[in-house]
């Protein structure tokens, strides 16, 4: 393919060429939730990020298949489970699909598989036997049915965040237990009698359950095949889970990734969002307070490997930024009506598209994703357009640049027209209700001005921005929008 797209690998630390393993197909495997409670806004942040590389990749004509593992056993999700009172298995359902309708409320793409940790044991097992029989894991020492990875037996261990194992610190309080060194790590846990017996699993070294990391080396690679092209997550995982993913995996003799992409974490009032501050926001609460297309406009305009800061004030300059996109987009197919263009349809991966999206946004993206470049693209056409609205001209004009605005941002997963965004029944009704009305104070205003009653037709236009509607005469009659602020 002529198409060249670089992407900064977190694992090389520099901007490569993506150079899809199978011609004109991009593999992708993203880290997907671990099911132990309500998903925050650091979820939502990396959900939107791949997202958006993915509508890119299908719009530059790659076929792409992304697998979205569901981690829905560990240990986290047993004690919540007791803690929330029900079964862990109802415990991780509810919060999975907590999580579905977050990504739902996004318009974050479905993956073309979402496979749960609990559905391939047996995949983990046997690569786990791989790793004993290559010398680099090995049963407790204990005689439990743990298992463990040798760190040490691996000398590339810590090569994705660029450390040597002899400077890596071990956590305070860290035992031996059965294990050769502090720092290797659990590939299969033994079942502990406090802990129900339905989470757990026969073995050949005795009854367990899988550890977190050999979870996405299992699932990746079943379905993505032994060498695939993008590995992503948030730079949360990137130590240790996806460091021991990598030694894990190329110990077993898989290439496994070649390019590693982590979005950036997500500060909340300047401060690092954790747990122990209190400072998570949640989605459920999120949308309470913002519109899902804000949510996401916000999660989207920055630069993905940025810190990102999230604050009520952050999110109003998003949604006054988005708003300017409405309202253009709202105007000019107002004005242009039945010859306004067809909406773009990233289910049929933008073939059906009439206009191509311009060169700089183009090589804004082709530049690892670089959405704040490729926004600035998008607002210098609004502008554009809004000239061509102001000056009542050009209509063909008006509809390619309506096309190519909508068409950008529908990439970046926030076209203000997509039908996703429409709202509910109630919604389309309150609009319904407000054409009517607009429509009936319109009819007045145009009497008073052919009676020459412009002080009527005036206060009529004032009363209807007094209520945040502005109105405007045209040669076709008028058009209105609602105003910014």
Request: aromatic share 8%; with cysteine.
């Amino acid at each position: 393919m002529g198409v060249t797209i670089s992407l900064y690998n977190t694992a090389s630390r520099t901007t490569e060429e993506l150079r899809p393993v199978n011609d004109g197909q991009v593999g992708i495997y993203v880290c997907g939730a671990t099911v132990q409670g309500e998903p925050h806004i650091g979820h939502l942040r990396s959900a939107s990020v791949f997202d958006t590389l993915r509508r890119w990749l299908l719009y530059s004509g790659y076929r792409v298949t992304v697998i979205r593992n569901v981690t829905d056993i560990d240990d986290k999700i047993l004690s919540k489970s007791v803690e929330e009172g029900r079964e862990w298995f109802a415990h991780a359902y509810k919060y999975e699909r907590a999580f579905t309708a977050a990504y739902d409320a996004l318009d974050v793409l479905p993956p073309s598989s979402e496979p749960r940790a609990t559905g391939h044991i047996t995949e983990m097992i046997e690569l786990i036997s791989r790793l004993i029989e290559a010398g680099h894991a090995y049963p407790a020492l204990d005689g439990s049915a743990d298992v463990y990875f040798d760190a040490a037996s691996w000398s590339d261990y810590g090569a994705l965040t660029n450390q040597r194992l002899d400077d890596m610190e071990l956590s305070e309080g860290a035992e031996l237990r059965g294990k050769k060194d502090a720092r290797d790590f659990a590939l299969w846990k033994a079942h502990k009698d406090s802990e129900p017996i339905t989470a757990s699993w026969p073995s050949p070294w005795g009854r367990g359950r899988p550890g977190w990391h050999i979870e996405c080396s299992a699932m990746s690679t079943k379905y993505l095949g032994s060498n695939f092209d993008i590995h992503g997550g948030g730079l949360d995982l990137r130590f240790p889970h996806h460091e021991n993913e990598l030694a894990q995996s190329r110990a077993a003799g898989d290439q496994f990734a070649n390019i590693w992409m982590h979005s950036g974490l997500l500060n909340v009032g300047g401060d690092k969002m954790s747990k122990s501050l209190g400072n998570s926001v949640f989605a459920s609460d999120l949308f309470d307070t913002f519109s899902p297309l804000a949510v996401r406009y916000f999660l989207t305009g920055a630069s993905y490997r940025s810190i990102l800061d999230f604050s009520n004030e952050a999110m109003e300059r998003s949604a006054a930024s988005l708003e300017r996109l409405q309202n253009f987009l709202q105007r000019a197919r107002q004005t242009l009506g039945a010859d306004a263009p067809a909406l773009p349809d990233v289910s049929d991966a933008y073939g059906s598209r009439s206009v191509d999206v311009p060169a700089e946004f183009a090589a804004a993206l082709d530049d690892d994703l670089g959405v704040p470049r490729a926004l600035s693209v998008v607002f210098a056409s609004v502008s554009e357009g809004a000239k061509l609205l102001d000056s009542g001209g050009n209509r063909e004009g008006l509809t390619r640049i309506v096309a190519e605005v909508e068409l950008m941002l529908d990439i970046l997963g926030v076209n203000p027209s997509a039908e996703v965004w429409a709202g509910s029944a109630a919604d389309a009704k309150a609009e319904s209700a407000l054409d009517s009305l607009v429509a009936a104070m319109a009819e007045r205003r145009a009497e008073a001005k052919a009676e020459k009653d412009f002080a009527t037709a005036d206060a009529l236009r004032d009363e209807l921005a007094a209520a945040g509607v502005v109105i405007e005469d045209t040669s076709d009659g008028y058009r209105y929008h609602l105003g910014e602020g």
